[in-house]
């Protein structure tokens, strides 16, 4: 079984910075980024296998698909009721309606505050 963390989001840095700290965590994780959440849709629908794990790290506004837009296209995926997909949101936000929001998707473990850290990586990263 592959393990990938995606993640998505537009800023560079952001995802930058998650995949040197992830990579530290566990440095035989595969890391990949999209600015947007139709990349990352792209990605999964070219890529994924029910054998393999994907943990996405989504952040919720970004150009072309944001992140509640990718949400609702991954629930009408066929593999939307798969064990092998776990979300977090990761936002700057802290309206509490986007926190309400992530609570209707089955999907999402969490709603996490940017930046990430070195422990809460390392959460993630173990319930893999």
Request: aromatic share 10%.
């Amino acid at each position: 079984m592959e393990k990938t963390i995606i993640l998505v989001d537009d800023d560079p840095t952001f995802n930058w910075v998650s995949s040197k700290l992830i990579q530290k965590v566990s440095p035989d994780l595969k890391v990949k980024e999209f600015s947007n959440g139709r990349m990352a849709l792209d990605f999964l629908q070219d890529n994924f296998n029910e054998k393999d794990h994907y943990t996405i790290l989504l952040d919720i506004n970004m150009p072309e698909m944001n992140g509640w837009e990718f949400m609702d296209a991954i629930e009408k995926s066929d593999w939307a009721n798969s064990k092998s997909i776990s979300v977090y949101i990761v936002s700057s936000s802290t309206d509490p309606s986007d926190m309400e929001t992530a609570r209707t998707y089955g999907l999402i473990k969490d709603y996490l505050q940017k930046p990430l850290n070195f422990d809460v990586v390392t959460d993630i990263v173990s319930q893999q």
